[in-house]
T-cell receptor
Framework: SAVISQKPSRDICQRGTSLTIQCQVDSQVTMMFWYRQQPGQSLTLIATANQGSEATYESGFVIDKFPISRPNLTFSTLTVSNMSPEDSSIYLC???????????FGQGTRLTVV | QKEVEQDPGPLSVPEGAIVSLNCTYSNSAFQYFMWYRQYSRKGPELLMYTYSSGNKEDGRFTAQVDKSSKYISLFIRDSQPSDSATYLC?????????????FGTGTKLQVIP
């Protein structure tokens, strides 16, 4: 099983600023995913990050707002740009690549925008 | 209509009870079915996955899939206070390449000692 370290675990940010969330996997994985989890809501996929190519964004999410990097097979970052209170949520990194495409999750980043 | 429906609970049971958690879905193309457990302030943890109708057992946990009814369940036997968490069902198609996973909203379970 893979272990995923995500940081920061939480942050309180001013509106208009940006926050970069880091996700480190202890083994090489083909695919990494970024999710948003809001209270009472299901996990919403933001984008899929593949190494060596641009991230693929889901409907409603754009690269300018959520730029993603995937420099190698064990690491990815998600930036939440020009934040507003509506961006307050838990952001989760996930990794996989086999039949269990998204088997492993990081512990999440709890973001509050004030 | 959501693709995946899950009763949010909360569900409160006494220790030792049998717990039944359920999800229904509308997309008949879903082939892989998963259950995740999420403790407060933690990321989801994969509990079980299955891709066929019927039952799959792992210790105190049994996952059940009924594709004809588009209904999946997770049973927890001899529930323990440590089982108190939110349980998320998830599913995806098997159409080759990357298949997006669709999650339920989660059922919050509390097991009372």
């Amino acid at each position: 099983s893979a272990v995923i370290s995500q940081k920061p675990s939480r942050d309180i940010c001013q509106r208009g600023t940006s926050l970069t969330i880091q996700c480190q996997v202890d083994s090489q994985v083909t695919m990494m995913f970024w999710y948003r989890q809001q209270p009472g809501q299901s996990l919403t996929l933001i984008a899929t990050a593949n190494q060596g190519s641009e991230a693929t964004y889901e409907s409603g999410f754009v690269i300018d707002k959520f730029p993603i990097s995937r420099p190698n097979l064990t690491f990815s970052t998600l930036t939440v740009s020009n934040m507003s209170p509506e961006d307050s949520s838990i952001y989760l990194c996930s990794a996989g690549g086999g039949p269990n495409t998204e088997a492993f999750f990081g512990q999440g980043t709890r973001l509050t925008v004030v | 209509q959501k693709e995946v429906e899950q009763d949010p609970g909360p569900l409160s049971v006494p220790e030792g009870a049998i717990v039944s958690l359920n999800c229904t879905y509308s997309n008949s193309a879903f082939q892989y079915f998963m259950w995740y457990r999420q403790y407060s302030r933690k990321g989801p943890e994969l509990l079980m996955y299955t891709y066929s109708s019927g039952n799959k057992e792992d210790g105190r946990f049994t996952a059940q899939v009924d594709k004809s009814s588009k209904y999946i369940s997770l049973f927890i036997r001899d529930s323990q206070p440590s089982d108190s968490a939110t349980y998320l069902c998830a599913m995806r198609t098997n159409s080759g390449g990357y298949q997006k996973v669709t999650f339920g909203t989660g059922t919050k379970l509390q097991v009372i000692p």
